[in-house]
């Protein structure tokens, strides 16, 4: 398992000292970045925050495993209801180990597709249940907090839908994901009998990909969730090191952050060179955003911290954003993920047409043409002072995409220690969650219902 960290293009030598990082600085943030990883560890250590040893449960693996082996080839979807957290992971395994949608060719109950009803869009939640038939369904239901308000009116519909179908059976279709000792989601799964996971208190939805959240519905897909927690383990490893050569999550980090604080680059545009790794970019997006878009640091001090992510695909983003990120403002850093070893070669064909638009491709490869695309924007935005960086997978397996997964959560942990903000928290979405629930009428909360009635005149 091989995944390198190509900071080169942000250094000053490559896109000038007003855009890029001097030695000089990379040197003066090498204490802080340390001081980070010791910070977080002891938090870890505190038991405040469990994502570091996700990959470690073995015993939930193996619980995953038989439960997925006891109902294989009873189900050809298997559909997930969740929302955030709870969903982009499970799309994020599905698109890099089973191809993007919609060129994953036909399904069956040897080859069960997923659908994620992530959203409470009517047309969307109808055209799936069309698309479904409620004997051949698996559902799994996921929320933490086991009372999300979209999660469990998506579920309530389908749950309707498998017992109008189904009847009494329709537990034994069930799985639900959520906290152990609390939620309405936990009372109504042990009260009706669903197979049950539980999701550590300490660990976020964001941060729940390696736990029952992504590895249930992956096992169900027939992703080989051991060897996904064995290169996240591997990768956890390297992450608790203090040598930034080895540990590219404090290494990557590091650049970020002084990139970021000290360039003023506040939008990080991921940029995958792989239609397998799109998913991932969605995902990266929720975990970046929601993670270090910050009210207050710790000491309870104003920042409004924060830097954008941004999903571009490379190369069909090329013709669609690359002309705002050459000439547009240079607000941006750019991390782009490449893919060593396609999962297989396409030559294309010499056609000898007589025409250089056509024959000077014919007989070379498309991963060489990706190459080319993808080295050829690198070294454009260089050019043009665009500073940039990239992560190279040797591979899209289950190996290096939990490597990468796990790289990318401590990454994400370590910038909230440089940047002295609680990465784990999410105060932010919270006022729009309980005024929908005031909106909707659920008992409590009509303190959230005046205040939103107070906006309401405000807007006149």
């Not at 009803?117 to 369904?137: G, R």
């Not at 998506?154 to 069930?174: N, P, Q």
């Not at 491709?361 to 690198?378: C, I, Y």
Request: glycine share 10%; with cysteine.
């Amino acid at each position: 398992m091989s995944i390198s960290f190509d900071p080169r293009n942000l250094l000053a030598s490559m896109v000038g000292e007003d855009n890029g990082l001097t030695q000089a600085e990379l040197d003066g943030g090498k204490a802080a970045a340390i001081a980070a990883l010791k910070g977080f560890r002891v938090s870890f250590e505190e038991g405040k925050y469990g994502f570091p040893d996700l990959p470690l449960n073995k015993n939930l693996i193996q619980e995953i495993e038989a439960t997925a082996k006891k109902l294989a080839g009873s189900f050809d979807t298997v559909c997930v209801i969740g929302i955030g957290g709870s969903a982009l992971g499970c799309w994020a395994l599905d698109c890099a180990m089973r191809g993007p949608h919609p060129v994953q060719g036909a399904h069956s109950s040897k080859k069960p597709r997923l659908v994620i009803l992530d959203n409470v869009d009517p047309d969307f939640i109808n055209h799936a249940l069309d698309s479904m038939s409620p004997k051949k369904t698996l559902v799994v239901v996921i929320a933490k907090s086991g009372s999300t308000a979209e999660t469990m009116g998506g579920f309530l519909i389908v749950r309707e839908w498998l017992m109008d179908a189904i009847g009494k059976k329709a537990a034994s279709r069930i799985i639900a994901v959520t906290s152990e000792a609390r939620g309405d989601l936990k009372v109504l799964a042990t009260k009706e009998g669903y197979t049950t996971f539980h999701i550590p208190e300490n660990v976020g939805g964001r941060f729940s990909v390696l736990s029952a959240v992504g590895l249930v519905p992956a096992a169900l897909i027939g992703v080989n969730i051991k060897k996904l927690c064995r290169g996240a383990a591997a990768m956890t490893e390297a992450a608790w090191t203090e040598d930034l050569e080895s540990n590219i999550a404090l290494s990557s980090a590091l650049h970020h952050w002084l990139i970021w604080t000290l360039k003023k680059k506040s939008i990080q545009v991921a940029f995958p060179y792989s239609n397998f790794l799109w998913g991932t970019a969605f995902w990266f997006r929720q975990l970046w955003a929601e993670s270090l878009g910050k009210a207050k640091d710790r000491t309870g001090a104003i920042v409004n911290v924060g830097q954008t992510p941004i999903a571009a695909l490379g190369t069909t983003d090329q013709h669609s954003q690359v002309q705002l990120y050459m000439e547009g403002p240079n607000d941006k850093v750019y991390s782009f993920w490449v893919v060593e070893k396609a999962k297989k070669q396409i030559k294309i064909p010499k056609a000898k047409l007589g025409l250089d638009g056509f024959d000077y491709l014919g007989g070379q490869s498309m991963g060489k043409l990706l190459d080319a695309e993808r080295r050829a924007t690198e070294a454009a935005l260089a050019t043009s002072g665009r500073p940039n960086c990239t992560f190279t997978l040797e591979r899209v397996d289950e190996e290096h995409l939990g490597a990468f997964f796990q790289m990318m959560e401590f990454e994400t942990a370590f910038m909230g220690e440089l940047l002295n903000i609680d990465a784990f928290d999410q105060e932010g979405v919270e006022l729009g969650k309980k005024f929908t629930y005031a909106l909707m009428g659920r008992a409590g909360w009509d303190e959230f219902k005046d205040r939103f009635a107070d906006y309401e005149k405000k807007r006149g």
